[in-house]
């Protein structure tokens, strides 16, 4: 069995504000994705969220004025085993009824230099909010920009993975949660 988080999760990226001609926030989703490495008993697995929504925007010449929010449904994280899938959904881990999104949202978005970027924002998942920087590669791919990037999150702050699953040394506390976000022009 292993856990990981959704993230939030789950993720980068950009909401919508005032378009300009170079500004990136129309969501591609057939392109883009969520996904995450945890690692039980040291050994990686990888996973994807199959359903998240997200209102992205992004001008590269003027990247502080990018916005992101990301919604991530927990019940759609699929680890390739159905049983552990199964499990994920419950009161130790996702709790997916109760809590049926966790959201990151940005505050802030700077240029890191080249085609870096970073992210800081506010992931909430289980009812816990935490501050979260992720950064990112924001790369022209013909008339679209493509976001790939990672962040760390800490499973146990958001309440995810508890009772028995809340032992590190079964299923480590940190998961890399991946994305890539492909943009058009337009809203």
């Known amino acids: 069995m292993h856990p990981t988080l959704p993230l939030a999760l789950l993720c980068l990226a950009l909401a919508p ?13 057939d392109k883009s994705r969520v996904e ?16 998240f929504k997200a209102q992205i925007a992004l001008d590269p010449a003027s990247p502080q004025t990018g916005t992101a929010r990301i919604d991530v449904e927990p019940a759609s994280w699929d680890a390739g085993l159905a049983e552990v899938n199964e ?14 999104t ?6 802030s978005v700077k240029a890191l230099g080249g085609d870096r970027y970073e992210a800081r924002g506010k992931m909430t998942m289980k009812g816990k909010t935490r501050d979260v920087v992720a950064t990112f590669l924001a790369k022209p791919q013909g008339t679209n920009l493509v976001l790939t990037g ?3 999150l800490k499973r146990l702050d958001y309440g995810v993975g508890t009772g028995t699953w809340g032992d590190t040394d079964i299923v480590a506390d940190e998961v890399q949660v ?10």
């Open 17 to 29: 504000g005032a378009a300009s001609a170079d500004e990136y926030a129309k969501l591609l989703l």
């Open 36 to 51: 995450f490495t945890a690692k039980q008993m040291n050994v990686p697995t990888d996973g994807a969220f199959k359903r």
């Open 150 to 152: 990672s962040f760390p």
């Open 87 to 100: 499990e994920m959904l419950g009161k130790n881990w996702f709790d997916a009824k109760q809590f049926p």
């Open 102 to 107: 966790a959201s990151f949202v940005s505050t």
């Open 178 to 187: 991946k994305f890539q976000f492909v943009l058009a022009q337009g809203k």
